[in-house]
């Protein structure tokens, strides 16, 4: 290998609507090589705007060249990712999200008839043994800031994106929420809903190949759950489904009777107990008590960018 070899990193940044950030904005990112806190490198940049190529950065042929970067700008949340694998031969991305400070969630294009016009199945499922949908869901944009919602969206965007061995996403099944059940609440990190237990066939499947993964003992984290797998696709804001198979019954859908479990939909901020990063990089008031849809929001999109995928719940951070 030649010692002179160096790679980049082209930096893109977008603002909490999913659009470029604008040519105003004046931001510092922080990046440093793999190499342990004592050897590595650290290169500051100073850049404005939506995108920034890094030149020059030592290329090492192994594991080194997983580099960190970190981006902050004044009136907005620091924004980070890691592994950005750089290489020779083209400029690796990083597509980062610098949401507002005090910002919170818009809704503005995630009206029911926005929803039922987007996303038909999100309000053929909520609509699902309830003449209210449309003012339920109007009243979960007032609910703790709009949290229960956007915790609602996230989980239903995600899963909708999630294909199964079947060929399916989880939402091809049978779905009942419960809305009104003090025993299954919705909450900012999670809602219950009666599936069609076929899925649990299918997200087994999943366990077997890989896609997912089993989580040994769910009764400790959720109480009553009788058998949990987790979503292995990213490194972050991996979508867990959670049975309690002893909450069953028999519903009738659209063609007929269908024998029905509970089941617990979820996301975790990181993939295992060991992944500090991005939990350090996260503002303390995103990472306190509950998940936060707000976070779970940003690092779900930039995960999905880095898989060459879009996460797009409708909703929008905005100041």
Not at 195 to 210: F, N, W
Not at 224 to 234: E, M, P, V
Not at 286 to 310: E, I, N, S
Request: proline share 6%; net charge negative.
């Amino acid at each position: 290998m030649n010692g002179a070899e160096t790679g980049s990193i082209l930096i893109n940044i977008v603002d909490g609507t999913r659009q470029p950030i604008s040519s105003t904005v004046k931001w510092s990112a922080t990046i440093h090589d793999g190499r342990s806190p004592s050897d590595w490198r650290i290169i500051n940049v100073d850049g404005t705007g939506s995108a920034e190529l890094i030149k020059g950065l030592k290329y090492f042929d192994n594991f080194f060249d997983n580099y960190t970067v970190i981006v902050n700008a004044k009136g907005y949340e620091d924004a980070a990712w890691m592994p950005v694998h750089i290489s020779p031969v083209r400029p690796a991305t990083v597509d980062l999200m610098l949401i507002p400070r005090d910002g919170h969630l818009n809704f503005s294009d995630a009206s029911w008839k926005a929803l039922s016009s987007s996303r038909p199945r999100f309000a053929e499922i909520l609509s699902t043994a309830v003449n209210d949908a449309p003012a339920r869901y109007g009243s979960l944009m007032e609910q703790s800031e709009g949290l229960v919602l956007g915790c609602l969206l996230n989980l239903l965007t995600a899963m909708s994106l999630t294909t199964l061995p079947s060929d399916k996403s989880p939402l091809d099944y049978f779905w009942q929420p419960i809305w009104d059940d003090l025993q299954f609440p919705m909450a900012q990190d999670r809602f219950f809903a009666y599936v069609d237990k076929a899925l649990v066939g299918d997200v087994v499947k999943a366990g077997k190949i890989g896609s997912f993964a089993e989580e040994k003992d769910p009764g400790t984290w959720h109480p009553g759950a009788t058998l949990s797998y987790k979503q292995t696709q990213f490194d972050v804001t991996n979508v867990q489904l959670t049975f309690h198979q002893g909450n069953a019954k028999t519903i009738q859908g659209p063609d007929g009777p269908i024998d029905c479990i509970v089941v617990e939909p979820d996301i975790d901020y990181y993939r295992d107990f060991g992944t500090h990063f991005f939990m350090e990089v996260l503002p303390n008031k995103f990472t306190r008590g509950l998940t936060d849809p707000r976070a779970v929001y940003l690092l779900r999109w930039m995960a999905a960018k880095q898989a060459g995928l879009d996460f797009n719940p409708l909703y929008t951070m905005t100041v």
